[in-house]
C-alpha cells in the first residue's frame, strides 16, 4: 500500500460506525474490479484478448471533483465522476470507451435515483404509480434539490431487474446502442453476492446479467455484475441498485473483458484528500436535513441515516483483496496503480498523464522510469 493509503485505513481505524460507511461505499469500486472481473475473463479453453491489450495508457481522472482515477488504454475517452443530485446522496459512474464507441467499461454505484416502494410512496403523499417518481421536495413545498427523489417500484430480485430496469439504465447512459434491436436478456443468481459488502442493510439480492443485441449489422454483448438490497428504519423502506460490467461487439468481448480486469478496474484510485473532504461534507448534509421538522422532511432524514448508517464490513482486507495491481512512484514521490498481470509488461513509464509499459528496460523517449513503492509491514 502507497502512504496515501496507509494514512487513510490509519484515520479509518478512528472513526465512528456511521463514517466508516462512507469510506466503504467508495472503496467499493475498487473492490468491484476484484471480485467483479471474474465474471467476465475467458475461460483456459476459450480465445482470449491478452495478446491485443495495450501497452500505452492515460490517467483518467473524475473531473467534476477528482475523486477517482482510472488508467485508460490510449486513445479511450471516458465520462462520470462523481453526481450529487440533492444534499444526501451521492453515486460515483464511469463508462469508459475505445476510439469507435463500440468497445466500454461501465459501473454506476449506486443507482439514482434510488427506489421506494409504492405502499411506501403513498404514505409519503406520492403517486403510487408503479414507474412514477417520488419527489419529497415537491412533497415538502421546499424549493430546489435539498432532498431526494425515489422512483417507485417494488422492492424485486437481482434477476427480475435485469429485464427491464438494467436495460433501461444502460440504454439511459448511453452505453447500449439506440438503434438496438433482438435484444435478449438473461440473469443468473450472484452466489458470491460480489455486491453484499457494499450495499448491506436488510436484504441483498445480487445476479450476473448477460445482453446480447443487433445494431448496425453487428451483434454486441453486455455482462454485468449486479446487486440490490432493500433497506428499513422504523418501517420507512428505500432500495437501491449498482452495477458494473463490460461491453463490445460479440467478436471483441473477450478483448474488452481483458482490459476491464487486467487494466481498468484494477487500477482505480481514491483521492484521499477528496475522501475525507466527502467524510466531513456528508455530516455538514446530516446537519442540513434535521434542520426540518416536518414529518416528511424527517422521512428523508431516515433515508439518508439508511444510506449513511447501514451494516457493511470495511478495512483494509478490502483493498488487499484487489491483487493484480501494483503501486508505482516516479522520483517525485507520485504514486500510480498499475496491472501487474498484463504478460510482458516488466517496465512502467510516465510522461505527463500518459503511462506506458514495455518488455525491456529500454523506455520510450521523454518517460521516467517509474519504480515500486516500498511495501510496509
Known amino acids: 500500500m502507497g502512504k496515501a493509503s496507509s494514512s487513510l485505513w490509519s484515520q479509518l481505524s478512528k472513526l465512528s460506525p456511521r463514517t466508516k460507511l462512507v469510506l466503504g461505499i467508495i472503496v467499493v469500486a475498487v473492490v ?29 481522472t473524475d473531473p467534476q471533483e477528482g475523486s477517482f482515477s482510472v488508467l485508460l488504454p490510449q486513445g479511450w475517452t471516458a465520462r462520470g465522476g462523481v453526481v450529487h443530485p440533492d444534499a444526501t446522496e451521492w453515486s460515483l459512474g464511469l463508462y469508459a470507451t475505445d476510439g469507435t464507441g463500440d468497445m466500454g467499461v461501465f459501473f454506476v454505484l449506486p443507482v439514482l435515483p434510488t427506489y421506494m416502494d409504492p405502499q411506501q410512496a403513498a404514505s409519503t403523499l406520492c403517486s403510487p404509480t408503479v414507474g412514477s417518481l417520488c419527489d419529497l421536495n415537491q412533497v415538502a413545498n421546499i424549493p430546489g434539490h435539498t432532498l431526494p427523489s425515489y422512483y417507485v417500484y417494488s422492492y424485486m430480485t437481482a434477476q427480475e431487474y435485469a429485464n427491464p430496469l438494467l436495460w433501461n439504465e444502460l440504454k439511459s447512459l448511453g452505453i447500449t446502442k439506440a438503434d438496438a434491436s ?14 453484499a459488502f457494499y450495499i448491506g442493510g436488510n436484504s441483498y439480492s445480487g445476479a450476473d446479467a448477460s445482453i446480447t443485441y443487433n445494431s448496425g449489422g453487428s451483434s454486441y454483448q453486455v455482462k454485468a455484475a449486479l446487486g440490490l438490497n432493500n433497506g428499513c428504519i422504523l418501517n420507512t423502506c428505500f432500495w437501491s441498485a449498482a452495477f458494473s460490467g463490460a461491453t463490445a461487439r460479440q467478436q471483441d468481448f473477450n478483448t474488452v473483458a481483458d482490459i476491464y480486469q487486467l487494466v481498468i478496474m484494477p487500477t482505480f484510485r481514491i483521492n484521499p484528500q477528496w475522501l475525507l473532504s466527502e467524510i466531513q461534507n456528508g455530516g455538514a448534509q446530516s446537519t442540513i436535513i434535521g434542520q426540518f421538522s416536518s414529518k416528511m422532511q424527517q422521512l428523508s432524514y431516515d433515508a439518508f441515516q439508511i444510506q449513511e448508517s447501514a451494516t457493511i464490513q470495511a478495512g483494509q482486507g478490502w483493498v488487499n483483496a484487489l491483487g493484480g495491481v501494483m503501486n508505482m512512484h516516479d522520483s517525485s514521490g507520485n504514486e500510480y496503480t498499475v496491472p501487474s498481470t498484463i504478460p510482458d509488461a516488466n517496465h512502467w513509464w510516465v510522461s505527463g498523464s500518459d503511462v506506458v509499459w514495455t518488455r525491456d528496460s529500454s523506455g520510450p523517449s521523454g518517460y521516467e522510469q517509474l519504480t515500486p513503492v516500498p511495501t510496509t509491514g
Not at 32 to 55: D, E, K, R
Not at 182 to 195: L, P
Open 32 to 60: 468491484i474490479g476484484a471480485v467483479a472481473a471474474g465474471a467476465y475473463h475467458p475461460g483456459p479453453n476459450s480465445s482470449t484478448g491478452v495478446a491485443n491489450l495495450p501497452t500505452k495508457f492515460t490517467r483518467w
Open 182 to 195: 433482438n435484444i435478449q436478456i438473461s440473469a443468473s443468481s450472484d452466489t458470491a453476492q460480489k455486491f
